[in-house]
């Protein structure tokens, strides 16, 4: 079992940055590979990014290439995503989840094993 908590979000102006942070519980958390996730108002829940157990290998999806970096510390059983440049279409509830499988292959919902409660991110233009 891994308990998933988001924290980091808010409100930010166009071209700035946050830091988002997941806290896991569970003594298993290296072994999972770590995702977060965006839902936006009226859309449909969207892959963001991913991370496999060691943190060696990344994923990312087209639309925060180059702004976004995911990262973890597994002695601290936390996960991270740095977002920079941020731009108003990337205002959204961000979701962190953890799929058993461990790998960064990874992208779509039903992968993922568990989920956080989100953590509303706001970029204004």
């Known amino acids: 079992q891994v308990q998933l908590v988001e924290s980091g979000g808010g409100l930010v102006q166009a071209g700035g940055s946050l830091r988002l942070s997941c806290a896991a519980s569970g003594r298993t958390f290296r072994d999972y590979a770590m995702g977060w996730f965006r839902q936006a108002p009226g859309k449909e829940r969207e892959f963001v990014t991913i991370?496999?157990?060691?943190?060696?290998?990344?994923n990312y999806a087209d639309s925060v290439k180059g702004r976004f970096t995911i990262s973890r510390d597994n002695a601290k059983k936390t996960v991270y995503l740095q977002m920079n440049s941020l731009k108003p279409e990337d205002t959204a509830v961000y979701y962190c989840?953890?799929?058993?499988?461990?790998?960064?292959?990874?992208?779509?919902?039903?992968?993922?094993?568990?989920w956080g409660q989100g953590t509303q991110v706001t970029v204004s233009s």
């Open positions: 989840a953890a799929a058993a499988s461990g790998s960064s292959r990874l992208s779509t919902e039903s992968e993922f094993d568990y």
């Open positions: 991370i496999n157990w060691s943190g060696g290998s990344t």
